[in-house]
């Protein structure tokens, strides 16, 4: 009797999950669309406040971290993926068999991508930086100067 209880576990594990899982993708369609919209507003926000403290940055005349170059290259790459996900919104909505049926397969690539990707930019916005800047190297003409400060 264990033995099948195991098996039977197994089989559901293998089976009936993953199509429970990819049809919720059909039925959560418009919800992972929002969901996307929302994340991307956030991304838009936390871009932006990234951009002014880097501005900021550069107007001292400091140097911006690599790491938050890339961060903002990838938030780029990312809202350009997002636009064109949200963008393929009225392509799902296209019918299959001449407006007889929707098209789920439509459906259910978009609501796939859109929950990928709102998980992806609800993480890349919530990432921290400890500095934005740094201090860059003093030139020559400036130690050479800071030396004869000094010598005085």
Not at 20 to 31: A, E, H
Not at 72 to 93: F, M, P, S, V, Y
Request: charged letters at 30%; proline letters at 3%; one cysteine or more.
């Amino acid at each position: 009797m264990e033995i099948l209880t195991g098996t039977i576990a197994k089989i559901f594990e293998y089976t009936v999950e993953p199509i429970g899982r990819q049809v919720g993708y059909l039925i959560n369609y418009k919800s992972n669309l929002e969901s996307l919209r929302s994340q991307l507003k956030n991304l838009d926000a936390v871009k932006d406040r990234m951009k002014h403290r880097v501005d900021e940055v550069e107007r001292n005349g400091k140097g911006v971290e690599t790491d938050v170059q890339n961060w903002r290259k990838e938030a780029d790459g990312i809202t350009q993926e997002a636009e064109n996900i949200l963008g393929n919104e009225g392509q799902a909505k296209t019918n299959c068999f001449s407006g007889v049926c929707p098209n789920l397969v439509s459906y259910h690539r978009l609501s796939w991508k859109s929950a990928k990707l709102a998980k992806e930019i609800e993480l890349h916005a919530k990432k921290e930086f400890p500095s934005v800047s740094y201090d860059p190297p003093l030139g020559r003409d400036m130690c050479h100067a800071l030396s004869k400060l000094h010598g005085l």
